[in-house]
């Protein structure tokens, strides 16, 4: 069975502060790895894919991906409000097809 | 780039009638969609795999008889409900893999499907 696990949270950070979101996953196969946002009520959006050991930036986001550890996290520097949301790490399924295996979410709050 | 549509956002229909939900993918070509439903507070839960021109694959406890996919073209998807009940009500979500490179998946806004 593969897995993606997540803290569900929920991860309390102030305003400005990094948040920091981990993800562990189960297939030593997969190669790439996606966080997605998802806001109360809405579909989950895409904001980072990672297919390499490291980091990656854009913009206020840093995934990092230790494929020996099988972990993968996401920080986001000077959180904001809108920031607010459940991140969902999702691994690229090794069967093909395109499927991801989706951890279950970490749920973010960002406190003035 | 990579977006993806849904219609309805929003559906309520009476017990014992059929509900169709179109996605489409406007601006890439989606070599697979996917359809998730996931429930008040609980995490996505994968329906069906469907691929263009064959037919879908469903997840182990999906019941394919209810839950018709059809994937017409590279851009169009449609997942109908049949003889949908009040428990079916929950949101319906479809994503768009381009196939390109990774498994990435770009999500349509979802269908908020009600039934009485």
């Known amino acids: 069975q593969k897995e993606v696990e997540q803290n569900s949270g929920p991860l309390s950070v102030p305003e400005g502060a990094i948040a920091s979101l981990n993800c562990t996953y189960s297939?030593?196969?997969?190669?790439?790895f996606f966080w997605y946002r998802q806001y109360s009520g809405k579909s989950p959006e895409l904001i980072m894919s990672i297919y390499s050991n490291g980091d990656k930036e854009d913009g206020r986001f840093t995934a990092q991906l230790n494929k020996a550890s099988q972990y993968v996290s996401l920080l986001i520097r000077d959180s904001q409000p809108s920031d607010s949301a459940t991140y969902l790490c999702?691994?690229?399924?090794?069967?093909?097809?395109?499927?991801?295996?989706f951890g279950t979410g970490t749920q973010l709050k960002v406190e003035l | 780039g990579a977006v993806v549509s849904q219609h309805p956002s929003r559906v309520i229909c009476k017990s014992g009638t059929s509900v169709k939900i179109e996605c489409r993918s406007l601006d890439f070509q989606a070599t697979t969609m996917f359809w998730y439903r996931q429930f008040p507070k609980q995490s996505l839960m994968l329906m069906a795999t469907?691929?263009?021109?064959?037919?879908?694959?469903?997840e182990q406890g999906v019941e394919k008889d209810k839950f018709l996919i059809n994937h017409a073209s590279l851009t169009l998807s449609t997942l109908t409900v049949t003889s949908a009940h009040p428990e079916d009500s929950s949101f319906y979500i479809c994503s768009a893999s381009p196939g390109t490179g990774g498994n990435e998946q770009f999500f349509g806004p979802g269908t908020r499907l009600t039934v009485l």
């Open positions: 469907s691929n263009e021109g064959s037919k879908a694959t469903y």
């Open positions: 999702a691994g690229g399924d090794t069967g093909g097809g395109n499927k991801l295996t």
């Open positions: 297939d030593r196969g997969s190669q790439s």
